[in-house]
């Protein structure tokens, strides 16, 4: 098993930075891709970003040019920062790893419990 945890959630006002971070661990493992998705309140859970293990990128429309995804393969420890940000970003911010457990025994996603992200206008 892999867990998963985030944190950097908060209440912020629109325009304002905020920087997620998502740690993760567990025995013998090894993590491919990680990201960030999130989900608004009656919304569905939509991707924010990915990374791949090599660090190849990929951004959901709606925060291309705002927000930056990066990871510390060391500290298998993902990252999101968010810069600009806007009411419509306020959501829960899950991170997930694709990633394989030697107790499990085959290549499978993990998630995290979530952090909420709170922008005021």
């Known amino acids: 098993q892999v867990q998963l945890v985030e944190s950097g959630g908060g209440l912020v006002q629109a325009g304002e930075s905020l920087t997620l971070s998502c740690v993760a661990s567990?025995?013998?493992?090894?993590?491919?891709?990680m990201g960030w998705y999130r989900q608004g309140l009656g919304k569905q859970r939509d991707l924010v970003a990915s990374i791949t293990s090599t660090g190849t990128t990929s951004y959901g429309d709606s925060v291309k040019g705002r927000f930056t995804i990066s990871r510390d393969n060391r500290k298998n420890t993902v990252y999101l920062q968010m810069n600009s940000l806007k009411p419509e970003d306020t959501a829960v911010y899950y991170c997930?790893?694709?990633?394989?457990?030697?107790?499990?025994?085959?290549?499978?996603?993990?998630w995290g419990k979530g952090t909420l992200v709170t922008v005021s206008s």
């Open positions: 997930n790893a694709h990633a394989f457990s030697i107790t499990v025994g085959y290549d499978m996603d993990y």
């Open positions: 567990g025995r013998a493992f090894r993590i491919d891709a």
